[in-house]
């Protein structure tokens, strides 16, 4: 999809005008009016791909979103306490609700949302028959609900915009809309993306959703909100459709993070594309992740800043027979031209994240401005979302559940060609919940580092033992379950609109 991410359709929350970036560079078009912007399927098409370009931006999956996510989680601490307050003070449970990372995330998502809708509002106004549109109305609506995935998981009851914006007053009284309801939403629209959105997209490219995009997503959603039948229900119908949708494990795990990874890369679900050594106004385009989690005074090109570094509990207590080790650290690099262990970084001891920065393709000295397609859902991961809920369901594991964790052993084994017998396959005559235990562990290490884990202990309440438990590998004594499973909505916004009110609890 990089072909068509060098134009952005940026809108804003208030909507009111339309940006249109060509070769990343911006250009008022107009005010924004469906019936007057919108002409054609195309003038829709490039609202969508402006839609997906808000998303590839530093201010979400470039880097702040994404690197607060992964930071309140217990798989990465802060690694040089230079960085800045805001970002510690999101690590180590102590934000309030003033936190920059916050206020630059928010509105990111909303102008994710606001372009969605106006894609949606001008597809609606050119009153064409619903199988030339609705592929493009599914694709912008999945859109809107990825957005609402992650704003309702952070931040719990947020308002709730399903319309084309047009009188800006209207937005300054808007309320919140309850969890609950919005995660029907969500559910509404990844189920009319499955009904209209194409098997496959041109080239299949993973960067645009088809129906096993938003299948997949449904599964997340429906394992989120622990209705484990209906989340296996749409991870089976992702699995016996793999041939369809092209998706299987790719045979080595190191060429997931291998920029730039191919378009149609089979193990990718969605994936959110940057383009290498480009960027634009807004963040646009701007991958900061490598350098975020590189080694600080390392060789170009895979230095860093050491800012997101795992603490090193994490790093002892992964089996180092585990092929996924290492191909998730970096505990020796290159300095001076030598090859350095941990034990000598300059400025943080410990083995980084090498997920990013070890392959950051085309970019800068530091890894910024990467080649990285970013798997924000991989088939692993529905292969596992199979696995929880079918074991809630079935009251156990049963072959299928442990078949599919063993598929991503299998894979796990492959040591860069080399076939190993680590990790082994599931033993039998496990315990409901020792199998439950089994897969969330598995999602850990499997998934480490791409911004699932705090999901995981949210959604399954954790987050006393992970933080506070004698095993915890990041412990945070101060985590309280009555005010840390959300972050707070910005001061800023609460500020200029007092419907929004109540603040969440303990900010």
Not at 369 to 388: F, G, P, T
Not at 478 to 492: Q, V
Request: aromatic share 12%; charged share 20%.
């Amino acid at each position: 999809m990089k072909k068509y991410l060098s134009k952005y359709f940026l809108a804003s929350i208030l909507g009111v005008l339309l940006l249109s970036c060509t070769d990343l560079e911006e250009k008022p078009v107009g005010i924004l009016a469906p019936e007057s912007l919108f002409k054609t399927p195309t003038d829709v098409q490039t609202a969508i791909f402006g839609a997906y370009g808000w998303i590839a931006s530093e201010r979400l999956y470039g880097r702040q979103f994404v690197t607060a996510i992964m930071l309140r989680s217990d798989m990465v601490d802060i690694g040089d306490r230079g960085t800045p307050a805001e970002r510690q003070q999101v690590n180590d449970f102590n934000m309030d609700d003033n936190n920059n990372m916050v206020n630059v995330f928010w509105p990111y998502w909303y102008q994710v949302i606001s372009a969605a809708n106006a894609a949606i509002s001008g597809a609606e106004s050119l009153k064409l028959g619903e199988n030339e549109i609705n592929p493009l109305i599914a694709e912008a609506r999945f859109i809107r609900a990825f957005a609402y995935y992650h704003l309702v998981q952070v931040f719990g009851d947020v308002p709730y915009i399903d319309r084309f914006i047009t009188d800006p007053s209207s937005v300054k009284e808007i309320s919140k809309t309850p969890a609950a309801t919005i995660y029907q939403n969500i559910i509404a629209d990844f189920q009319f993306g499955k009904q209209w959105l194409p098997d496959n997209q041109p080239n299949s490219v993973r960067s645009r959703a088809t129906k096993g995009t938003a299948a997949s997503y449904l599964a997340s959603v429906y394992l989120t909100m622990a209705d484990y039948q209906k989340a296996y229900t749409e991870a089976k119908f992702v699995i016996d459709n793999e041939a369809k949708f092209g998706y299987g494990l790719v045979a080595d795990f190191q060429d997931l993070f291998r920029a730039p990874e191919p378009n149609n890369l089979k193990e990718h679900v969605f994936a959110i594309d940057f383009l290498g050594q480009q960027n634009g106004g807004g963040g646009a385009n701007d991958d900061i992740m490598p350098p975020m989690t590189g080694v600080r005074g390392a060789d170009a090109p895979r230095s860093g800043w050491s800012v997101a570094v795992p603490s090193m509990a994490v790093y002892n207590t992964w089996d180092s027979r585990d092929y996924r080790k290492q191909v998730s650290f970096t505990d020796s690099i290159l300095i001076g031209g030598v090859l350095k262990p941990y034990t000598v970084f300059d400025n943080t001891k410990r083995p980084h994240i090498a997920k990013y920065a070890r392959y950051a393709g085309n970019s800068n000295t530091e890894g910024r401005y990467s080649d990285h397609n970013y798997a924000a859902m991989r088939y692993a991961e529905v292969l596992l979302i199979a696995a929880e809920a079918l074991a809630e369901t079935s009251g156990g594991p049963n072959a299928e559940a442990i078949g599919y964790v063993n598929q991503i052993r299998a894979r796990a084994r492959n040591r860069a060609g080399k076939q190993t017998n680590f990790p082994a396959d599931v033993a039998t005559g496990l315990s409901k919940d020792a199998f439950i235990n089994l897969v969330l562990e598995e999602r850990r290490l499997e998934l480490a580092f791409e911004y699932k884990r705090w999901y995981d202990i949210k959604r399954r309440k954790l987050g006393e033992q992970v933080f506070k438990g004698p095993n915890s590998l990041e412990p945070h004594t101060n985590f309280d379950p009555n005010r840390d499973y959300l972050m707070p909505l910005p001061r800023i916004e609460l500020q200029v609109n007092p419907n929004l009110a109540p603040q969440n609890p303990g900010y």
